[in-house]
C-alpha cells in the first residue's frame, strides 16, 4: 500500500500544454518534496515544501502543498520536451525525522 | 567536488547468491541511506547509516544488511537473492545534521537477479 498516491500514473501531452500532477495521503507530513529522474539516473530534487498552503516557483514549475499538509500539487506551465521524466513525490512523515515515504512517481512525456 | 558515487553500475547474479554494493557520499556527508527502486515504483527505504550504525530500517527482511566505513563510504549486502530483489538500488548521502530531506542521490545499481 502506497502512503502517498501520486496521479496521474502516466501523461503524454504535446509541447506547450499545461498540466498538473498530483501527491495525494490521508497522512500528515511533516514537508514533502519532488524529484525528478531520468533513466539511468538517480533522483534529482526540485522543491521542498514545508508550511500548509505554501507555493514555491521554479520558472515553469509550480509546486504546492495542501492546507493539512496532506497532499501536494506540481503544474507546469508550457511543458518542453526538456521536462520530460518521471516526477516522484516524497515526504517526511510527522513521526519520523529519518524515513522519507515515496510515491510510485508520474511518468511524463512530453511530444515536440 | 564529487557527488555520490556508486559501484558497480550494473551487476547480474543468480538466485541464491550474495551481492555487496558500494556507495561513496558526497564530501562533507556523513550519512547514508539506501533504496530500492523496482522497475515503475518509487524508491523504498532500506535503511540509514550515520556514526558507522544502522539508524533506521525500513521494512525489509534481514537478508539485507549494510555497513558505513570511518570514511563514511558504505556497503549494502542482500543474501540468498531473490528474483525479486531485481531492482535499481539507489544510495543517497545527507550532510550533518540533515534529515533525509536534504539527501543527494547517487546514479544507482542496477541488479538482475536471473
Known amino acids: 500500500t502506497q502512503l502517498l498516491e501520486q496521479s496521474p500514473q502516466f501523461l503524454s501531452i504535446q509541447e506547450g500544454e499545461n498540466l498538473t500532477v498530483y501527491c495525494n495521503s490521508s497522512?500528515?507530513?511533516?514537508?514533502l518534496q519532488w524529484y525528478r529522474q531520468e533513466p539511468g539516473e538517480g533522483p534529482v530534487l526540485l522543491v521542498t515544501?514545508?508550511?500548509g498552503g505554501e507555493v514555491k516557483k521554479l520558472k515553469r514549475l509550480t509546486f504546492q502543498f495542501g492546507d493539512a499538509r496532506k497532499d501536494s500539487s506540481l503544474h507546469i506551465t508550457a511543458a518542453q520536451p526538456g521536462d520530460t521524466g518521471l516526477y516522484l513525490c516524497?515526504?517526511?512523515?510527522?513521526?519520523?525525522?529519518?524515513?522519507?515515504?515515496w510515491g510510485a512517481g508520474t511518468k511524463l512525456i512530453i511530444k515536440p | 567536488d564529487a557527488g555520490v558515487t556508486q559501484s558497480p553500475t550494473h551487476l547480474i547474479k543468480t538466485r541464491g547468491q550474495q551481492v555487496t554494493l558500494r556507495c561513496s557520499p558526497k564530501?562533507?556527508?556523513?550519512?547514508v541511506s539506501w533504496y530500492q527502486q523496482a522497475l515503475g515504483q518509487g524508491p523504498q527505504f532500506i535503511f540509514q547509516?550515520?556514526?558507522?550504525?544502522?539508524?533506521q530500517r525500513g521494512n525489509f527482511p534481514d537478508r539485507f544488511s549494510g555497513h558505513q566505513f570511518p570514511n563514511y563510504s558504505s556497503e549494502l549486502n542482500v543474501n540468498a537473492l531473490l528474483l525479486g530483489d531485481s531492482a535499481l538500488y539507489l544510495c543517497?548521502?545527507?550532510?550533518?545534521?540533515?534529515?533525509?530531506?536534504?539527501?543527494?542521490f547517487g546514479p544507482g545499481t542496477r541488479l538482475l537477479v536471473l
Open positions: 516524497a515526504g517526511l512523515r510527522v513521526d519520523s525525522n529519518y524515513q522519507l515515504i
Open positions: 515544501v514545508v508550511t
Open positions: 497522512s500528515v507530513f511533516s514537508s
Open positions: 543517497a548521502s545527507s550532510p550533518p545534521s540533515g534529515t533525509q530531506e536534504t539527501q543527494y
Open positions: 564530501s562533507g556527508h556523513d550519512t
Open positions: 547509516y550515520y556514526e558507522e550504525e544502522e539508524r
